[in-house]
């Protein structure tokens, strides 16, 4: 039986629903990233999930009981969950005070609270601010802080909505570090929206993805990021390239699809005819300066648009008839000399590109 | 001017000399108002986070009664609460009438939409968050508005500083319910009419210095808070 499970549930604000017909089923001891661009509801579902509003239809189940609505249930199981807000608020006090309080309201003894929250605050190395008033902390250590208070009271489910927007670099590494050690623990079950896709792809077990109010997509963070089952999804986890085609050869599986006059060789179960969508991340795509052997069964040549640097990547678009975008290091693009205008070919094998069904 | 000079000098002297007329005026000014100050606190904050909590039709027009309230006239206290509890009133039977009990009813119901509506103010300056995050820590409804007043705690002691300054100072309800009997319900402000009426100027005056000396304390204290 799952620990969480949301069966048809939708909010709105105002006659605006911004939570359409979600239905989700959290396991025991699961990390489950929720991910989606700002304003897809993520924090929503998150504060849904919490209890902290009663949705506008549909159930919320936690532990096998309907907590919906009911106050007593709803305060029995929010006792069992913890949530580190977006934006950590912390109350005027010191930092002990802040993390004892949830210890407090459960009536815990004085001893238990002083070592349970001395265990919390080095857990997420903040022993030795015990004393400091909490609300002259910087966001990273607010944020520590505030995961120490979810911690202290050993949830048995963990709900983090994007608990490193909006700290520095350091911060979000030191976060991180926390974040690592409690999933590494395995002991709760950890829910956490974040629009930092890296970060959902390596804590999670499985990823969903919310656009619009809507739970588009579940899976694993592999069939998520390599199988986005729409254009929406694909754009979300950086699959730049979405090319438009219709596939007019099929071999059992492997289908060819024409393209602006340009045939892509995939692989498809769609039928022969099918207006689709050939998906291509930008890192499976291989540049060479002239034609090679390669086991690649695609190869374009083209010639170079823009290149535009992003750290220590390239960001490369090409003109192959079909416009193709690429990343290479830095040090790969000098020693291939690449600059704008040049004519390069572009390499990409089947297995690389997945093909979903066009909705126009 | 010499008279106010002589008067001026005279109330001093009752003054450091704790002239048990003048203790027992301004004692029992300071009792009256600080029980007033008391209930209407254990009445006020309940309500107050009741009000700011709870959503309810008609809640702002409730609001902005109880600030409209703020300016109410003592002596229209007074006569409602001599109303209720003179002999022929609904509460006459309980024989409050001329007491310092019906003095502190009367200040209660005078202070009460000040702290109230001040509670009521501080309580909306607090960020929804807080009581949110409380909840989400497993609080229940009042252990989170329990957080909330804790974070507004200095903007509450404001609120029953102005309502104890306001109770002090007043005189429309202790003269209407209180009577001005001496030794029993006589404040300093009550004394002060009476004093001046009777010509007797340095017990006027040196009650007067008290009070000023009070609302004195009272800005001292408030100017204190609101540095916090």
Known sequence: MALIRVVNVGQEYGGKYVLKGVDLEIESGEVFALIGPTGAGKTTLIRLLNLL????????????????????????????????????????????????????????????????????????????????????????????????????????????DEPTANLDPVSVSKVEEVLEKIIGQKTMTVLMATHDMPQGQRFADRIGVMINGEMTQIGSPNEVFCSPQNREVAELVGVENVIAGVITVKEDELVTIEVNGNSIQAISELPLGEKVHVLIRPEDITFTPARNVSSARNMFDGEIIRMTQVGQLVRIEVDCGIPLLGV?????????????????????????????KRRD | MTELWDGFLQALQLIVSFDREVMEIAGRSLWIAA??????????????????????????????????????????????????????????????????????????????????????????????????????????????????????????????????????????????????????????????????????????IALGIILVFIALVINIGLHWLQRK
Not at chain 2, 58 to 79: A, D, E, F
Not at chain 2, 110 to 117: N, R, Y
Not at chain 2, 121 to 137: I, P, Q, R
Not at chain 2, 138 to 149: E, L, P, W
């Open chain 1, 53 to 160: 509003e009663t949705p506008a239809c549909g159930q919320v189940y936690f532990d096998g009981v309907d907590v919906t609505r009911s106050e007593r249930q709803r305060l029995k199981a929010r006792r069992r969950m913890a949530y580190v807000q977006q934006k950590p608020i912390v109350f005027k006090m010191n930092v002990f005070g802040n993390v004892a309080c949830g210890l407090k309201w459960r009536k815990v003894r004085k001893e238990v609270v002083r070592s349970k929250v001395d265990n919390a605050l080095e857990m997420v190395g903040m022993l030795d601010y015990t004393k400091r008033d909490a609300r002259t902390l910087s966001g990273g250590e607010m944020q520590r802080v505030a995961i120490a208070r979810a911690l202290v009271t050993d949830p048995e489910v963990l709900l983090l």
């Open chain 1, 328 to 356: 290479l290091t830095m040090v790969s693009a000098q020693e291939l000399g690449l600059t704008i205008g040049i004519r390069l070919y572009a390499s990409f094998k089947v297995t690389a590109i997945h093909v979903i």
């Open chain 2, 35 to 204: 029980t007033s100050c008391t209930i209407a606190m254990l009445i006020c904050l309940p309500l107050g986070c009741l009000i700011h909590f709870r959503s309810f039709p008609g809640k702002r027009l409730l609001i902005s009664v109880i600030q409209t309230l703020y300016s109410i006239p003592t002596v229209l206290i007074g006569l409602l609460v001599f109303l209720f509890i003179s002999n022929a009133g609904p509460l006459g039977g309980l024989g409050l009438l001329f007491s310092p009990a019906a003095i502190i009813i009367g200040q209660v119901i005078l202070i009460s939409p000040i702290m109230l509506g001040l509670i009521i103010s501080a309580l909306s300056g607090v960020d929804k968050m807080v009581t949110e995050t409380a909840l989400s820590l497993g609080a229940t409804r009042v252990q989170a508005a329990i957080v909330s007043v804790r974070e507004v705690r200095y903007a509450i002691v404001t609120a029953l500083i102005m309502g104890f300054g306001r109770a002090i100072s007043e005189i429309g309800i202790a003269l209407i319910v209180g009577g001005n009997i001496a030794g029993y319900s006589r404040t300093i402000t009550t004394a002060i009419s009476l004093e001046t009426q009777r010509g007797n100027l340095e017990l006027a």
